[in-house]
């Protein structure tokens, strides 16, 4: 890190009745970084609007809002920022007072014009960039303008009951603590002289083959002390150092302490254009594994049916197309799927229209810790995908996936559910303990 930008650090005071929490959890030094550092989101639907309110909450310097979408009906379902008098406004500027009240600190600003593949020139500047339910051409342009010009880059998508995050940090990303973990010290019983150090009473050091550790209180080779050293683990007791070969460093060392050090970890991303052909996506569901790349493979069909069709398929002859574009995506894999879950790709092409919310808001919150990541470099991040699915959630029902009689602010949940399972949904009664920082992410 350069002096003006320790300057920099130094200048910039946190607000501990704001974020003593917060603080405590990155440090100040990641604290610092956020609070320099400016975001670009694109689409404020359901998940838009969630990631820009936790990211305007964690205190960056600048977040400017995108999107020209006229509010309407579907929004008050799946967003908690448009009111009805907003409908036929622009989204962002719907949303821009109600989000910019959350935090004094935090300078929300207004696109200047719509981010399309012809005027990518506008994030220019920015450190981080959010696309939410782009299109993948979009997503693919940004994608080669932010890996050219150093700026980080988060796609989050919510297509019915499934939902994608792809994460590019470009070539060369350094994780500055890769776990948030603070080491403690261990005593040690012995130094041997040939470097085997074994951990005071045969304790478990929890160290690997390549980790840098930090000597304390020793007092029969003082050339040691305040040492930073690779370590070659021996057992889960014992590890060995290269001495030095200078001084009192053949004696023989009874005591003393050493304490892990962290290190940097660099880490190299892929273009989103050889991550679609290829997928490295981040397994969340032990039961079942092939869904996740199954919602790659029906997200890539419906990018292709709407640019082609303009709509979501809605009807049985809709779904057949749908389904004949997934087995096409599938063939351009470099592993294709043997035999594809044709149900599962029915019920996604089927809900495809609408945003389920409580997705909305676990991708929303997932997106934002990536990118609090991308700004900060603490915490590992994702690489690069991660898909998770709710179809087991559809309506059983085809009449209720393709039609609803209603146009009203439960009419897309209907779509998804059944009406019949909305109207349960009504009757509950909730009483909430606790209506803090973790209910409101």
Known sequence: MSSTTNQQNRDVSIDDSLYSRQRYLLGDSAMHRMAQSSVFIHGLNGVGVEIAKNIILAGVKVVTLDDVTPCSVSDLGNQFYVRESDFGEKRAQACFSRLAELNPYVSVRLSKSNLTAKNLFLLSGYSCVVLCNASMELQIAVDGYCRKNRISLICATVRGLVSSIFVDLGEGFEVLDADGEDYESKFIASISEEGLVTTHEMGLHGLDTGDVVKFHEIDEMNVLNNQEMKVKVETTSSFRIS???????????????????????????????????????????????????????????????????????????????????????????????????????????????????????????????????????????LKQFFNLEFTDLASKKSNEINSTNSNNRYSELVRLLGEETVKKLHTFNIFMVGCGLVVSY
Not at 268 to 291: A, C, G, M
Not at 317 to 323: D, E, T, V
Not at 327 to 332: K, L
Not at 336 to 364: H, K, N, R, Y
Request: with cysteine.
């Open 243 to 381: 001495l030095p070969s200078n001084g009192d460093s053949r004696t023989e060392v009874t005591g003393g302490v050493f304490q892990k050090i962290k290190q940097p970890i660099t880490m190299n991303f892929e273009s989103l254009v050889t991550q679609i052909n290829k997928p490295d996506i981040l397994l969340s569901d032990l039961v079942n594994i092939e869904s996740p790349i199954h919602v790659h493979i029906a997200l890539l069909a419906l990018d292709k049916y709407y640019r082609i069709k303009k709509h979501y398929p809605l009807n049985t002859n809709n779904i057949a197309k749908f389904i004949e574009y997934c087995r096409e995506v599938n063939q351009t894999l470099q592993h294709p799927i043997i035999e594809l879950d044709i149900s599962m790709l029915e019920i996604i092409g089927a809900t495809s229209c609408g945003i389920f919310q409580p997705l909305a808001a676990v991708v929303g919150g997932f997106a934002a810790q990536e990118m609090l990541k991308a700004l900060t470099g603490k915490f590992t991040p």
